[in-house]
């Protein structure tokens, strides 16, 4: 298994730009998310998806979208990027989601950088 | 929402002492982990622990439900420990992580 996999590694983007990042896991996990994570503070929540063709919002969904179409795939996209979403972000998947009671895994995150 | 607290914010230690880091949650839990985030970003899961003790060679952990706090415990550091613990919780009715600020432990030799 590969686990989480994150792409790219690293963006530099211009504002306004728009991108996608992708995540994808192999391990059949119902759960995935999207989380970022600024200079000094934990991760906060982007979007959530509990299975294909479910998501729903997390703590700081303004300026990205989300989409489940597959089990294995969960892209996120900034539509018009701006110099507050420079960050890292992180996407997790964990096997079940009827339960968050679970350990979630992490991808090894995208450095994103717009100016 | 629910409210994470870490402490200390950060930690030096001499390589082979032990160390305490503390986890305070202001409500009921259903979901605690701890991770440690490596120098190089990448996110490790420690425990799964809502509750009660585990231990994972020079780790371990324990929880206390009823008094909303999780302590990690490091013995015999080594340089390998440097990086960030996250502790994150979820409580009853949300399906997501909410992570502390972190404690970053710096480990010299």
């Known amino acids: 298994n590969a686990g989480v996999t994150q792409t790219p590694k690293f963006q530099v983007l211009k504002t306004g730009q728009s991108m996608t990042l992708q995540c994808a896991q192999d391990?059949?996990?119902?759960?995935m998310s999207w989380y970022r994570q600024d200079p000094g503070m934990g991760l906060r929540l982007i979007h959530y998806?509990?299975?294909?063709?479910?998501?729903d919002q997390g703590e700081v969904p303004n300026g990205y979208n989300v989409s489940r179409s597959t089990t294995e795939d969960f892209p996120l996209r900034l539509l018009s990027a701006a110099p507050s979403q420079t960050s890292v972000y992180f996407c997790?998947?964990?096997?079940?989601?009827?339960?968050?009671?679970?350990?979630?895994?992490f991808g090894p995150g995208t450095r994103l950088l717009v100016l | 929402g629910i409210q994470v607290e870490q402490s200390p914010p950060d930690l030096i230690l001499q390589e082979g002492a032990n160390s305490t880091l503390r986890c305070n949650f202001s409500d009921s839990v259903n979901n605690l982990q701890w991770f440690h985030q490596n120098p190089w970003g990448q996110l490790i899961n420690l425990f799964y622990i809502p509750s009660g003790t585990k231990q994972n060679g020079r780790l371990s952990a324990t929880t206390v439900a009823t008094e909303r706090y999780s302590l990690l415990y490091i013995s015999s550091s080594q340089t390998t420990d440097s990086g960030v613990y996250f502790c994150a919780v979820t409580d009853t009715g949300r399906r997501a992580l909410t992570f502390g600020s972190g404690t970053r432990l710096q480990v010299q030799p």
């Open positions: 391990m059949n996990h119902e759960y």
């Open positions: 998806s509990v299975g294909a063709g479910i998501t």
């Open positions: 997790a998947s964990s096997p079940r989601s009827g339960v968050i009671q679970e350990t979630q895994y």
